[in-house]
């Protein structure tokens, strides 16, 4: 886990336990996105934890969200040492990193751990079944392709792929009980086979009396705020994040 924290901040911070993008098998370590993890930072006046979970296929899941449970506990147990409010971290993931952000706040549900104040799930990858109508259609195809998320599903799953035997810890769109997860925050894409697993997921928990924000990014395609991070959608989508946690962050 690396930690970032704004330049002259000493008084206790609220923190966002960040888990990066790459369909849970890319990404070297966290800081590989260092600019965008000090900004993020800066401008939600909070520490960014950015936490080095374990990738697939050498560490399959839940691994990664094995990591992300220890580094946010770490955080909450040592909470005077790092200068953050205990009661104030939310838990956040992009694409492949939605998945072990999901499965840490079941395993602080399940484990009763101090509860997160928010969970941001941007473009997440949730179900390893892509049974969606989204995930067949093409014109969604345009940072990956089916294949390839069926590739990375293997790697994180193994041999349970296309089998009853996945716990929700390793692909969260198969929880059935999504009762008592903090307020969540959705973000999907129209153009991105992902779209309707998200749309799905915060159905759900609605469903379950979890407050969400959902927000549907019409002519948007996966990750569309950072291979287009200039463009008005863009920095329309980060206003509307960065309200969200710095409501739940800040209180």
């Known amino acids: 886990m690396v930690l970032y924290r704004p330049a002259g901040a000493e008084h206790a911070l609220p923190a966002l336990v960040w888990f990066h993008a790459g369909a849970q098998v890319l990404g070297d370590n966290a800081r590989d996105d260092?600019?965008?993890?000090?900004?993020?930072?800066?401008?939600?006046?909070?520490?960014?934890?950015?936490?080095?979970?374990?990738?697939?296929?050498?560490?399959?899941?839940p691994g990664a969200a094995e990591d992300g449970y220890?580094?946010?506990?770490?955080?909450?147990?040592?909470?005077?040492?790092?200068?953050?409010?205990?009661?104030?971290?939310?838990?956040?993931?992009a694409s492949g990193g939605g998945a072990p952000a999901a499965a840490t706040a079941l395993m602080v549900r399940d484990r009763q751990a101090v509860r997160p104040c928010s969970?941001?799930?941007l473009y997440p990858m949730l179900d390893d079944r892509l049974e969606t109508p989204s995930s067949f259609e093409a014109v969604s195809e345009?940072?990956?392709?089916?294949?390839?998320?069926?590739?990375?599903?293997?790697?994180?799953?193994?041999?349970?792929?296309?089998?009853?035997?996945?716990?929700?810890?390793s692909a969260p769109g198969r929880a059935t009980d999504l009762?008592?997860?903090?307020?969540?925050?959705?973000?999907?894409?129209?153009?991105?086979?992902?779209?309707?697993?998200?749309?799905?997921?915060?159905?759900?928990l609605t469903a379950a009396g979890?407050?969400?924000?959902?927000?549907?990014?019409?002519?948007?395609?996966?990750?569309?705020?950072?291979f287009a991070a200039t463009s008005t959608?863009?920095?329309?989508?980060?206003?509307?994040?960065?309200?969200?946690?710095?409501?739940?962050?800040h209180g």
């Open 34 to 61: 260092d600019a965008y993890h000090t900004a993020l930072a800066l401008h939600l006046d909070c520490v960014l934890a950015a936490v080095v979970y374990r990738l697939a296929p050498e560490t399959p899941a």
């Open 70 to 93: 220890l580094a946010y506990t770490h955080l909450a147990e040592h909470a005077v040492e790092h200068r953050i409010d205990p009661h104030r971290i939310g838990l956040a993931g």
């Open 119 to 121: 969970l941001s799930l």
């Open 142 to 169: 345009v940072v990956f392709a089916r294949p390839d998320i069926r590739l990375a599903w293997a790697a994180v799953l193994g041999d349970r792929l296309d089998t009853g035997d996945v716990h929700p810890y």
């Open 179 to 204: 009762a008592d997860l903090p307020d969540t925050f959705v973000a999907v894409a129209q153009f991105d086979l992902l779209r309707d697993e998200g749309i799905d997921f915060a159905r759900r």
């Open 210 to 226: 979890v407050p969400v924000d959902l927000h549907l990014y019409a002519r948007a395609f996966h990750a569309w705020d950072r």
């Open 233 to 249: 959608l863009a920095r329309s989508f980060e206003q509307t994040w960065h309200t969200f946690l710095r409501r739940n962050l």
